[in-house]
């Protein structure tokens, strides 16, 4: 029986994690639960789960939830997050929450060796080299939950490093996939939110429409799979049924396959390496689908992936900026108070004004973070 902490339990990845945890009740339980602000949401579901900890992000939600269960501990903000994923109970920490608010409780679940199935790629994206360095001292699985780095990872799965090609990351396209630029100009919130193949939460779902999502995870590849930005390629497909490839210095192509339904990949990073049944996923029909499609990518018209390689390859603090300045314009995005394309032109701007640091330590990239954030707002002023 494996114990489980859930960060970001009320999000997309948060309540697909539990559906798999409902299906094997005889492999998974759940140690702690974390949420943000959506106590509607965690309710029945501490109810359900019975928790040892949950923990809140807010002083008046952390009332509520011990009035409601006086037996559960409540805790708050990073801090608990902290210790609900480092607890001894604790098997595996699945980390589901969006943003890089998710990188301490990370760095504290390896220092204290559990497994992490890791869904925020933020994390990565902020700090790949201390997460890496850590993983790689403590001697840590970091399972993704990624669609495409569970398809890397699982397409790598006994083959020698150093025969690697190239990986191959597939991109949706996201809302936006067939419009111009120029109509790019009167797009809206509700537009970009209107994913064609995937049903995620509100910021990657804005990612996917800018490429940014793809952006991060070309760099979240990077750090996993210890592969240079060179070897690293997108294709637009627009099925999203190849979730990802590896190609071989032989010219085999090794890709997953699958409908596209994140309780695969979440339910793989839960049993790695066995496997259990997710009869509840649609299977894959080819002989349904029939066509499949595949274009090259346009660096010109989704910006946000060229900055996120041009990031990437600078390295040290300027993923952190990349990642901090995209978090806040899709913020300002969602708010209503910036255009869709405004959201590259603000993350541009706050690369441009920043001096590398080659290897920030974690004071240095939340000091980072925080700064680009109010870089960004004060742009807009
Ligand atoms: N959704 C998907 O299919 C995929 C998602 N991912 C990645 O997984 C992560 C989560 O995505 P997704 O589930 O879509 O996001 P959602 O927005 O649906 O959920 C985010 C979760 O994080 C919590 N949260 C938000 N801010 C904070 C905070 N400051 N402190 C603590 N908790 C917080 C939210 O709590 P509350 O709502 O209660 O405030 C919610 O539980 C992201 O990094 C995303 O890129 C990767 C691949 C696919
Ligand atoms: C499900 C998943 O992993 C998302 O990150 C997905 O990749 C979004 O789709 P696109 O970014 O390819 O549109
Ligand atoms: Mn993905």
Not at 225 to 246: A, K, N
Request: proline share 4%; charged share 25%.
């Amino acid at each position: 029986m494996k114990q489980i902490t859930l960060l970001g339990a009320t999000g997309s990845i948060g309540i697909q994690t539990l559906e798999v945890i409902r299906l094997h009740p005889d492999h998974f339980s759940v140690y702690a639960l974390a949420f943000g602000k959506n106590i509607e949401k965690a309710l029945p579901l501490i109810k359900e789960f019975s928790p040892k900890i949950v923990v809140v992000q807010d002083k008046t939600i952390k009332k509520q939830v011990e009035s409601e269960f006086p037996d559960i501990q409540v805790l708050l903000g990073t801090e608990g997050m902290i210790a609900a994923s480092t607890a001894a109970d604790v098997d595996v920490l699945v980390n589901a929450v969006m943003g890089s608010v998710g990188l301490p409780a990370t760095l504290a679940a390896i220092e204290a060796q559990k497994v992490i199935a890791i869904a925020n790629k933020e994390t990565l994206v902020t700090a790949g080299h201390l997460v890496m360095e850590a993983a790689y001292r403590y001697n840590v699985d970091l399972l993704p939950v990624d669609s495409e780095h569970s398809a890397i990872f699982q397409s790598l799965n006994g083959e020698k490093p150093d025969t690697i090609e190239r990986l191959v990351l597939t991109a949706s396209g996201g809302s936006f996939r067939d419009k111009t630029r120029e109509e790019l100009k009167g797009v809206t919130v509700e537009d970009a939110l209107n994913h064609p193949n995937w049903s995620m939460g509100a910021k990657i779902t804005v990612d996917s429409a800018s490429m940014m999502n793809k952006g991060l995870e070309v760099i979240e590849a990077h750090w996993l799979f210890h592969i240079p930005y060179e070897q690293i390629d997108v294709i637009l497909h627009r099925e999203s049924v190849i979730h990802s490839m590896v190609e071989y210095k032989d010219r085999s192509v090794i890709a997953q396959l699958g409908t596209p339904d994140m309780k695969v990949p979440i339910q793989y990073a839960l049993t790695y390496p066995d496997r259990l049944d997710l009869s509840m996923t649609k299977r894959l029909n080819l002989e349904e689908i029939a066509t499949l499609h595949f274009q090259p990518m346009d660096y010109e018209r989704f910006r946000c992936l060229k900055l996120a390689y041009q990031a990437g390859k600078e390295g040290g603090s300027m993923t952190t900026v990349l990642n901090a300045a995209n978090e806040q314009a899709v913020e300002l995005f969602l708010n209503g108070k910036i255009s869709f394309l405004d959201i590259e032109t603000l993350i541009e701007q706050a690369l441009e004004s920043h001096q590398t640091i080659a290897k920030p330590d974690l004071e240095t990239i939340i000091a980072i973070d925080q700064e680009t954030r109010s870089q960004v707002c004060s742009y807009l002023k």
